[in-house]
């Protein structure tokens, strides 16, 4: 398969503290792989460093076969990116900020009004007009014009409506058909489980977990809870076929009983626990 994103080694230090240490991964093409976290395990940091935003500290980022730091220009051709905070001048229009981005980009129009009208964004409406959702509908259409083939998105849906998200990831679906290839970092993580193909789990800087997402969701495993008559609580993950679970569970004198298919944000939570840093 082809590899259009490889990080090797990467390390960010500012000063004495390590916001990235070390990490390694591939990204093939014609997948969405979701970049999971929580708050300052070092997701953004990354994404700036393969958006050449920042220089990596030790490492290398290839992209598309080009290393970020020394084809940063013709890698952009190629790759659209969004950013978790967007910042718009209030005064101008929608239209013009997508006319602009028309320009610089060598993109047609349409492309992006393709785009606008898709998310129900109402192009002539000032900046200032916007609620919060809508100003991130116009980071989306500035982002995943058609003529992208690398898509790299930090916190894409943060604003959305539930409708609006699923017409966002309806149309990532859609360029994944079409061989394209999304990295996108989320806190939402039944989004990651239902869209993505792989999950890479980030915490305190380094790579936890490389999941790959087809695989788990082949796994039978449930998450049981139960309490006895005689008031003893327990809770474990079961393997295997649910009938050899309630052929065991028919012996015990069972009060209260909940039996639950275990899904990736319960293997994701045990990451996010402590502190937010």
Same mark, same amino acid.
């Given at each position: 398969?082809?590899k259009?994103?490889?990080?090797?080694?990467?390390t960010?230090t500012?000063?004495?503290y390590?916001?990235?240490?070390?990490?390694s991964?591939?990204?093939q093409?014609?997948s969405?792989?979701?970049?999971?976290?929580?708050?300052?395990?070092?997701?953004?940091?990354?994404?700036?460093?393969?958006?050449?935003?920042?220089?990596?500290?030790?490492?290398?980022?290839?992209i598309?076969?080009?290393?970020?730091?020394?084809?940063?220009?013709?890698?952009?051709?190629?790759?659209?990116?969004?950013?978790?905070?967007?910042c718009?001048?209030?005064k101008?229009?929608?239209?013009?900020?997508?006319r602009?981005?028309?320009r610089?980009?060598?993109?047609?129009?349409?492309?992006?009004l393709?785009?606008?009208?898709?998310?129900?964004?109402?192009v002539?409406?000032?900046?200032?007009?916007?609620?919060?959702?809508?100003?991130?509908?116009?980071?989306?259409?500035?982002s995943?014009?058609k003529e992208?083939?690398?898509?790299?998105?930090?916190?894409?849906?943060?604003?959305?409506?539930?409708?609006?998200?699923?017409r966002?990831?309806?149309?990532?679906?859609?360029y994944?058909?079409?061989?394209?290839t999304?990295?996108?970092?989320?806190?939402n993580?039944?989004d990651?489980?239902?869209?993505c193909?792989?999950?890479?789990?980030?915490?305190?800087g380094?790579?936890?977990?490389?999941?790959?997402?087809? $695989?788990?969701?082949?796994? $039978?495993?449930?998450?049981v809870?139960?309490?006895?008559?005689?008031?003893?609580?327990?809770?474990?993950?079961?393997?295997?076929?649910?009938?050899?679970?309630?052929?065991?569970?028919?012996?015990?004198?069972?009060?209260?009983?909940e039996?639950?298919q275990?899904?990736?944000?319960?293997?994701?939570?045990?990451?996010?626990?402590g502190?937010e840093?």
């Open positions: 398969l082809e259009v994103i490889e990080v090797s080694h990467l960010k500012y000063h004495r390590k916001a990235v240490n070390n990490i991964f591939t990204i093409k014609g969405i792989t979701g970049f999971v976290g929580k708050n300052g395990a070092g997701k953004t940091t990354t994404i700036r460093a393969m958006m050449n935003m920042i220089k990596p500290s030790e490492g290398t980022i290839k598309c076969g080009e290393d970020s730091q020394t084809h940063a220009k013709e890698i952009r051709t190629q790759l659209g990116y969004m950013s978790s905070d967007s718009f001048y209030e101008i229009k929608v239209i013009d900020v997508l602009f981005c028309s610089i980009s060598h993109e047609p129009i349409e492309s992006y393709e785009l606008a009208a898709h998310f129900e964004l109402d002539h409406k000032s900046i200032s007009e916007l609620s919060l959702g809508n100003k991130k509908k116009l980071s989306i259409a500035q995943l014009t992208k083939q690398v898509f790299i998105l930090d916190e894409p849906t943060n604003g959305l409506d539930p409708y609006m998200q699923n966002f990831f309806d149309l990532l679906s859609k994944k058909a079409e061989g394209k999304i990295f996108l970092s989320s806190h993580l039944s990651v489980e239902k869209y193909d792989r999950a890479l789990i980030i915490k305190d380094t790579l936890a977990e490389d999941i790959d997402l087809h $695989q788990y969701k082949n796994r $039978q495993a449930h998450i809870s139960y309490q006895t008559k005689e008031g003893i609580h327990k809770t474990f993950t079961h393997q295997g076929e649910l009938s050899e679970l309630m052929k065991e569970l028919s012996t015990k004198s069972l009060k209260q009983l039996i639950k275990k899904s990736i944000e319960d293997e994701f939570i045990k990451y996010f626990g502190d840093e």
